[in-house]
């Protein structure tokens, strides 16, 4: 069964820095999402992204946060500069519709030092 | 706005037992989705059921199955048969076309041998 692919599965990054964490959506999806889950608490929408733009942000995305669809297989969200706060694990997710089930990717776990 | 609310955070259920999982929900929309994701310790996210709020059959899968009261807003989600496996963090979510999940603060659940 086709999965959606998260990597690096966990990273360790020094408070100030930039981080990109890599996501392969399911091939045939359009609609591509992050999520945001601190330890301890639920699933928070960051962002969606369809037809190569935003197509709706939580207050959580603010300027720090960017997303990406470089080549069409990769979606990538990347934190311009990190804070200790963003320690969290992180989601990617696609659609194959607006009205389909989002399958998940297995996380990428951010600490921030 | 929509919100998601699961009352119980942890709930505890003797292996080949029934456990029912509640979830309420607020919404002014008319078409929309309803899920439950289980969230092992390995922290992925993995669909268990799915309901469409326009149909008025309850969803099945196996051993899992929801009671949904469209009027009440309310989507439980019933666990037979229960095993060691089912051991999880269990969220509720909802989502209306091509929009973002909202989750519910989750049920975390022990099945115990």
């Known amino acids: 069964e086709p999965e959606v692919t998260q990597t690096p599965s966990h990273q360790v990054t020094q408070m100030g820095q930039e981080v990109i964490l890599r996501c392969v959506p399911i091939s045939n999806h359009l609609y591509f999402y992050w999520y945001r889950q601190i330890l301890g608490q639920k699933v928070e929408f960051l962002v969606s992204f369809y037809n190569n733009e935003i197509s709706e942000k939580s207050e959580i995305f603010d300027d720090q946060f960017s997303v990406e669809r470089p080549d069409g297989s990769n979606f990538t969200l990347k934190i311009r500069s990190t804070k200790l706060e963003d320690s969290a694990m992180y989601f990617c997710?696609?659609?194959?519709?607006?009205?389909?089930?989002?399958?998940f990717g297995d996380g990428t776990r951010l600490s921030i030092l | 706005a929509q919100t998601v609310t699961q009352s119980q955070p942890e709930m505890s259920v003797q292996e080949a037992e029934t456990v029912t999982l509640s979830c309420t929900y607020d919404?002014?929309?008319?078409?929309?989705?309803l899920f439950w994701y289980k969230q092992p310790p390995s922290r992925q996210m993995i669909l268990v059921i799915r309901?469409?709020?326009?149909?008025?059959q309850n969803a099945t899968e196996n051993r899992f199955s929801v009671n949904f009261q469209k009027a009440a807003k309310s989507f439980s989600l019933k666990i037979s048969d229960s095993q060691l496996g089912d051991t999880a963090m269990y969220f509720c979510a909802f989502m209306y076309t091509g929009n973002q999940f909202y989750f519910g603060t989750g049920t975390s659940l022990t099945v115990i041998p």
């Open positions: 309901q469409e709020a326009y149909k008025q």
């Open positions: 919404t002014s929309e008319s078409n929309y989705y």
């Open positions: 997710a696609s659609g194959e519709t607006g009205d389909q089930p989002q399958h």
